[in-house]
């Protein structure tokens, strides 16, 4: 167990639809960056978070927004969804924001089909 | 840019066969290098990493060596076991950079 959670653990919705996954960070992380994991495109970076600011951003679609609140836990929220978009999304965790040198600590995921 | 390339699966093992994953990377300046492994319906642990050259990082019997002259960071366990089959992956990190994570690559151990 990382100490990272993620909820929910599976979601399925239809094609337009908007959803939020959330993460809860170890205690005491600070960063919190988001991931998809996808079979043909991989584990891809998404965002990350320090402290409740941007502080790194990848691959991430315009459909697609985060924030980290005041105590810490993080939503990625994905709106006018595509059958593309269903993949598996992690969330990890981190001590500090430098990122690329931290060690990342990942939840368990959450599966997204969208149907 | 930075890239980390990983030689591709599956790769099925018997017992007690010893294991070696090739990783290479490319990057400016001096990053951390990272393997992490997935196990069947679960996220990404860390497994090991190396912060410079010549580092080797090890954990639960996998050594990797942060090789700076051949761009490598090859994981290596001398006796597998049925408990490692997973999806392991190679990983790039930098102050500057994005972290990078290799395909992957899945490996099945056969009793």
């Known amino acids: 167990d990382s100490g990272v959670t993620q909820t929910p653990k599976h979601l399925i919705t239809a094609t337009g639809q908007r959803v939020t996954l959330r993460c809860s960070p170890r205690?005491?992380?600070?960063?919190v960056y988001w991931y998809q994991q996808s079979l043909d495109q991989g584990l891809q970076f998404l965002i990350q978070?320090?402290?409740?600011?941007?502080?790194a951003k990848g691959n991430i679609l315009e459909r697609f927004s985060a924030q980290q609140f005041p105590d810490l836990h993080s939503e990625l929220n994905l709106s006018s969804l595509e059958l593309g978009d269903s993949a598996l999304y992690f969330c990890?965790?981190?001590?500090?924001?430098?990122?690329?040198?931290?060690?990342?600590?990942f939840g368990p995921g959450t599966r997204l089909t969208v149907l | 840019g930075d890239s980390v390339t990983q030689m591709e699966g599956p790769v099925t093992l018997s017992e007690e066969a010893f294991l070696t994953i090739n990783c290479t990377y490319t990057?400016?300046?001096?990053?951390?290098l990272f393997w992490y492994v997935q196990y069947p319906g679960e996220g990404l642990q860390l497994l090991l990493k190396?912060?410079?050259?010549?580092d080797k990082g090890s954990n639960k019997g996998f050594e990797a060596t942060y090789r700076k002259e051949t761009t490598s960071f090859h994981l290596e366990k001398g006796s597998v076991q049925v408990s490692d089959s997973a999806v392991y992956f190679c990983?790039?990190?930098?102050?500057?950079?994005?972290?990078?994570f290799g395909s992957g690559t899945r490996l099945s151990i056969r009793p």
């Open positions: 990890a965790s981190s001590v500090a924001g430098v990122y690329g040198t931290d060690t990342q600590y």
């Open positions: 205690s005491g992380d600070l960063s």
């Open positions: 978070y320090y402290n409740g600011e941007e502080r």
């Open positions: 990057a400016t300046g001096y990053p951390s």
């Open positions: 190396a912060t410079k050259a010549d």
């Open positions: 990983a790039l990190g930098s102050s500057a950079s994005k972290i990078i």
